[in-house]
T-cell receptor
């Protein structure tokens, strides 16, 4: 079983739409969680950390449900520039495991 | 702050040759560096974890004699792909975390990646 599982998408949405991505992880002892964004042929860049209490950064909201081992990312008012692959990342004992990524295409 | 560089950004080599990739933390001390490989349309796969001054820890299935990792200083780690074969063609990305990055210790910062093509 993979450490981190994500729906690969693609999610094709119009500008202004709200879109949500989900991710599950297999190790209940995982310590920290992140969402990264990766543009085509570029390195991943940290979008936000994910906390149990939930956290928001502008149009982006991340949630963590430890009981269900589930992480989510909500993007409101999608922009064309949000088009990218979103990677769910889980830290287990100082090792970082990446999901396969969810591709988002925001269309005009 | 927290910038990581990689060199070269791309390299083409003949089968059987060795290629060295450098990963540098430019403005912080990288106590730990990670090496990843990413094949097209796949996610990053951790190859090894490298702590400064000690031997790298390799993930299962990664040949340590083929992928030589050196982390001799707090700002530099190198990955050498020895006797490269076409199936080693991939996008190799390093990341670093450590002291003085100004961020959470858990956060890692990625280099821009090295695209390796083995003919």
């Amino acid at each position: 079983r993979k450490e981190v599982e994500q729906d690969p998408g693609p999610f094709n949405v119009p500008e202004g739409a709200t879109v949500a991505f989900n991710c599950t992880y297999s190790n209940s002892a995982s310590q920290s969680f992140f969402w990264y964004r990766q543009d085509c042929r570029k390195e991943p860049k940290l979008l936000m950390s994910v906390y149990s209490s939930g956290n928001e950064d502008g149009r982006f909201t991340a949630q963590l449900n430890r009981a269900s081992q589930y992480i989510s990312l909500l993007i409101r008012d999608s922009k064309l520039s949000d088009s990218a692959t979103y990677l769910c990342v889980v830290n287990n004992f100082n090792k970082f495991y990446f999901g396969s990524g969810t591709k988002l295409n925001v269309k005009p | 702050g927290a910038v990581v560089s990689q060199h070269p950004s791309w390299v083409i080599c003949k089968s059987g040759t060795s290629v060295k990739i450098e990963c540098r933390s430019l403005d912080f001390q990288a106590t730990t560096m990670f090496w990843y490989r990413q094949f097209p349309k796949q996610s990053l796969m951790l190859m090894a974890t490298s702590n400064e001054g000690s031997k790298a820890t390799y993930e299962q299935g990664v040949e340590k004699d083929k992928f030589l990792i050196n982390h001799a200083s707090l700002t530099l780690s190198t990955l050498t792909v020895t006797s490269a074969h076409p199936e080693d063609s991939s996008f190799y990305i390093c990341s670093a975390r450590g002291i003085g990055s100004g961020k959470s210790y858990n956060e890692q910062f990625f280099g821009p990646g090295t695209r390796l093509t083995v003919l």
